[in-house]
Structures are given as C-alpha cells and as structure tokens.
C-alpha cells in the first residue's frame, strides 16, 4: 500500500493526503490490527472488535 507521506499540515486538500487518509480509515475500520498510525505518525485506535 503506497503512502505519501507529505506532512502537510491538517485541512490540506493535497489528493496525496486524502488519499492517505482513505488508506488509514480504510484500515481503521476493517483492518485486524489494534492500533494504526495516521499520516502524520500519530497513533489512532481501531474499531477492531
């Protein structure tokens, strides 16, 4: 899976930064692991049940 990772600041429409945050949530949600980072390296809990 292809992260940008751009560090743009939050609010960027950059489609590289939506795009990487389609891919987080996309994991966050459906994903099998606990915890998943966003692109700005922050970790962030999944809904994994």
Same mark, same amino acid.
């Given at each position: ?15 590289? @930064?939506?795009?990487? /945050?389609?891919?987080?949530?996309? $994991? %966050? ?8 980072? @966003?692109?700005?390296? /922050?970790?962030?809990?999944?809904? $994994? %049940?």
């Amino acid at each position: 899976m292809t992260y940008y990772k751009t560090e743009n600041p939050l609010g960027s429409m950059d489609p590289r @930064d939506m795009y990487d /945050n389609a891919n987080v949530l996309d $994991n %966050i949600v459906n994903g099998d692991l606990d915890v998943y980072f @966003d692109r700005l390296g /922050n970790p962030r809990k999944s809904v $994994n %049940i």
